[in-house]
């Protein structure tokens, strides 16, 4: 870390630490005011006096998960460091640590408010919680405030709501302003983030980033995507691999053996064993996962998740994997955590749920299937392995067809030079600011000048005007633009002859109740036994199309459907027995435009080194292929489909879609209607204007 930017830190200056995953930035945040803490605790008991009440330090993630990792990573070095004060004689009492999440018992809450720990780690929803409660009282002594994964954030909604309950923990504190610290290891641009941080205030830049250490590869195990079927028979007679393919040990025993399960099992699950690619990753992922002391598969999303921990473990024989995502319950995810740190489990199939900076132990390899979508989601994915101070982070992509074989080529390479997308933080999100007017008009009244001074403090709503304000405040105060609004409820009452609002009776409750910006998604919640603990949430599609006395996979663990209620289901263990697979509804995040361009200019130059010395594209095709092999990290398969995927293209439409063309198709569908299709490759945020549009 740059001396001179811990010194500004130490100095009490707001701050943006960038530093490289697994540096310990979050540790070193921390003890900076730990040090401070433990020394002015350790002085009053020397002196007889009493702790000082209240707050110090609060710390906010993004994740559950990573509340609870925090927890447990600094309570050790904590006993540590009061043990070396001790043997140096040094006036030191360790700083107690409180955690508030969804999960947190009430019991706990309850204690939190009368007895409040010096350290206080939380998300963003749980803060907004406890400033509408009496709770916000142990919140007037805070001194430092530390923003975990602040990239996660600063370009959402869910940034902007927190932006605005941090402003109000400023609020409470009066004239003294908590120090606000930022930590990231993927954050560009770097001034957006630090505005986004401090809002209106100045916000140092300490960046101890360097390029990404990367042992990364692209592989493909059949020569033919398209036509997979020969890999069923002999996924592993491969020709000699590339110079830097990754070589995994026992892969000449795997063939029939490891595919035999899947051959009886095809037709069920709705796979071709001579036509899905699927039996030939299958055994990749097994040998690579059994190669290694830890692994994590990252998949996009939480059906492929569960599918893929299911069929790993019946092509296994064992339960060698276990799935992680956000549709299992918090207690079933932190045990499948601990087991996977202890060495009990060898490998978790995850998606976003672990994609953060959760501290998961010496993890060996990751292996993604499917393209990560981004340059940041790559990196943050891969950089669970190897999560320690230097080390190089491994990592190995199965693309699933060709098309996503094209993208995670790109993405790997910007990966390597670490071209993290640029983020951009939301302008006025009107919506957000009406939750959160409601919320402090539930505390207190407010002046409407003190609100607008307030609100302007935020990056977000730093350009708001009072006509603005005015119109959300007329707006929640029930004057409507028509009588179609006239069933809604107003909020709060806006006294204009002393310019103050308040709310109404009940509005504080329904804030709380609504809080925060991720949506409800209709989840039914699964549980064991009628008052048993939660296992985890089903969607509700998929809920309506069970019936009880089937069986259902969750976790990669089976459970039997006893009864489905009005907003639950329960259910009883079923070890052993086979359940249907559970789907999620959702959209995807859509490819960054970034990526998007990135993508297109890749093609142009792929399409310049096929085309050899001006020839037809298929004239280069050696040369294209050496190309990918050297300096895209694709094993010989993998760029001999990409090659062919770009030839096929060009010799069907002449023209491929690139960051300086857009290719037109026009056919004929089934019926004999004219169909056209719009490529570009600039992904859903573009193309759903478009849509829109057209």
Not at 9 to 37: M, N, R, V
Not at 156 to 182: F, N
Not at 377 to 399: K, M, N
Not at 657 to 667: C, Q
């Amino acid at each position: 870390m740059q001396r001179d930017g811990w010194a500004r830190i130490a100095a009490g200056e707001h701050a943006l630490l960038l530093a490289p995953t697994g540096s310990g930035k979050t540790l070193a945040a921390f003890f900076y005011a730990i040090d401070q803490l433990g020394r002015e605790a350790g002085e009053r008991a020397g002196n007889g006096e009493k702790t000082q009440p209240g707050v110090q330090l609060l710390y906010i993630s993004p994740l559950k998960a990573l509340v609870a990792d925090i927890d447990r990573n600094l309570r050790a070095p904590l006993v540590g460091v009061a043990r070396t004060a001790e043997q140096l004689g040094a006036q030191f009492r360790a700083p107690r640590v409180a955690l508030r999440t969804g999960d947190t018992p009430a019991r706990d809450r309850r204690a939190q408010s009368r007895d409040p720990a010096e350290i206080l780690v939380t998300t963003p929803e749980s803060l907004y919680l406890i400033l509408g409660s009496a709770q916000r009282e142990t919140l007037r002594t805070v001194r430092w405030i530390v923003v975990d994964e602040v990239h996660a954030l600063a370009a959402t909604k869910r940034g902007a709501h927190l932006a605005l309950s941090l402003e109000r923990v400023a609020a409470l504190c009066g004239a003294h302003d908590p120090q606000r610290i930022g930590l990231s290891a993927t954050a560009r641009p770097v001034a957006e983030v630090a505005r986004f941080l401090g809002g209106s205030r100045t916000v140092a830049i300490v960046d101890a980033t360097g390029p990404p250490k990367l042992d990364l590869m692209i592989s493909v195990p059949v020569p033919d995507m398209t036509q997979p079927g020969t890999a069923a028979r002999a996924p592993f007679a491969m020709r000699e691999p590339a110079p830097h393919t990754i070589a995994l040990p026992g892969a000449e025993a795997a063939d029939s053996e490891l595919l035999a399960p899947f051959k009886s099992r095809a037709g069920s699950a709705g796979e071709d064993a001579d036509t899905s690619l699927w039996p030939a990753i299958y055994p990749k992922l097994l040998e690579a996962i059994r190669a290694h002391r830890s692994t994590i598969l990252f998949v996009n999303s939480r059906g492929l998740c569960e599918r893929l921990a299911r069929r790993l473990n019946e092509l296994a024989g064992e339960a060698l994997v276990r799935a992680h995502h956000g549709s299992i319950a918090h207690e079933q995810r932190r045990s499948i955590e601990e087991d996977l740190k202890a060495g009990r489990l060898r490998a978790i199939v995850a998606t976003s749920s672990l994609e953060l900076g959760i501290d998961m132990g010496a993890v060996d390899l990751v292996l993604m299937v499917e393209s990560p979508g981004a340059v940041s989601r790559g990196l943050q994915r891969v950089g669970r392995a190897g999560h320690q101070v230097g080390a190089a982070s491994r990592g190995l992509i199965f693309p699933k067809h060709r098309s996503d074989l094209l993208e995670a080529t790109v993405v790997a390479q910007g990966m390597r030079a670490g071209e993290v997308e640029a983020l951009r933080v939301p302008h006025t999100p009107l919506d957000v600011l009406a939750q959160q007017v409601v919320a402090m008009s539930a505390g207190d009244p407010w002046r409407v000048e003190d609100l607008l001074a307030l609100v302007r403090r935020t990056a977000s709503f730093a350009g708001i005007s009072r006509e603005v304000l005015g119109s959300v405040l007329e707006m929640l105060a029930g004057r409507y633009p028509s009588t179609d609004f006239s069933e809604l409820r107003p909020r709060i009452t806006w006294d204009r002859e002393s310019d103050r609002i308040a709310a109404r009776p009940g509005a504080g409750k329904i804030a709380l109740l609504s809080g925060g910006t991720i949506p409800d998604r209709g989840l039914y919640s699964v549980h064991l036994g009628p008052d048993g603990p939660r296992v985890g949430e089903l969607d509700e599609e998929m809920v309506h199309e069970t019936r009880a006395g089937e069986i259902v996979t969750l976790g990669a663990t089976s459970w039997r459907v006893a009864e489905i209620t009005r907003d639950r289901v329960i259910v009883t263990p079923a070890p052993g027995q086979p359940g249907k697979l559970p789907f999620w509804r959702g959209d995807g995040p859509g490819r960054p435009l970034e990526l998007g361009r990135a993508l297109g200019r890749f093609l142009r130059e792929l399409e310049g080194e096929c085309r050899a010395d001006g020839g037809d594209l298929n004239a280069g095709r050696g040369r294209a292929e050496r190309w990918l092999e050297r300096d895209f990290c694709l094993d010989a398969y993998a760029a001999r489909n990409l090659v062919d995927y770009v030839i096929q293209q060009h010799e069907a439409v002449g023209a491929l879609p690139t960051d300086r063309a857009i290719t037109v198709e026009r056919f004929r569908d089934e019926l004999g209607d004219w169909r056209v299709c719009i490529l570009t490759p600039f992904g859903a945020r573009v193309h759903g204007p478009w849509a829109l549009a057209i």
